[in-house]
């Protein structure tokens, strides 16, 4: 499996450090790093930031801190495929949440034996 360099929320980083290989340098609120099974730490990163409340698609996207935007669309639709995300219409907005099955697939990752 190849490791590639992504950018995590520090919270997210402090998290799921298992993932991490090697952690760089601080840019504002996420930390540059070399991460292992980059498509697992990216769902995870968007089912993180849902956990508390539900998000707009912009925040939801500026705070994933998925940084190319087609890639952050590919692994929305992936959760939204697998049913760990909803959306739903908010006015002009559409508001995502999460769903009982992935806040299950969240749990799967952050407890640890």
Request: hydrophobic residues 40%; aromatic residues 14%.
């Amino acid at each position: 499996m190849r490791t590639r360099m992504t950018y995590l929320p520090v919270e997210v980083a402090d998290r799921f450090s298992d993932f991490i290989i090697k952690r760089d340098e601080q840019v504002l609120d996420a930390v540059k790093t070399r991460a292992r099974d980059f498509s697992t730490i990216s769902i995870l990163k968007l089912l993180y930031q849902l956990r508390c409340s539900p998000m707009t698609f912009s925040d939801l996207y500026v705070k994933s801190n998925i940084r190319m935007k087609r890639s952050f669309l590919n692994y929305l639709d992936l959760c939204m495929a697998y049913n760990f995300i909803r959306k739903e219409p908010f006015g002009p907005n559409m508001v995502y949440f999460i769903t009982e099955k992935g806040m299950t697939m969240l749990d799967l990752f952050t407890q640890k034996a």
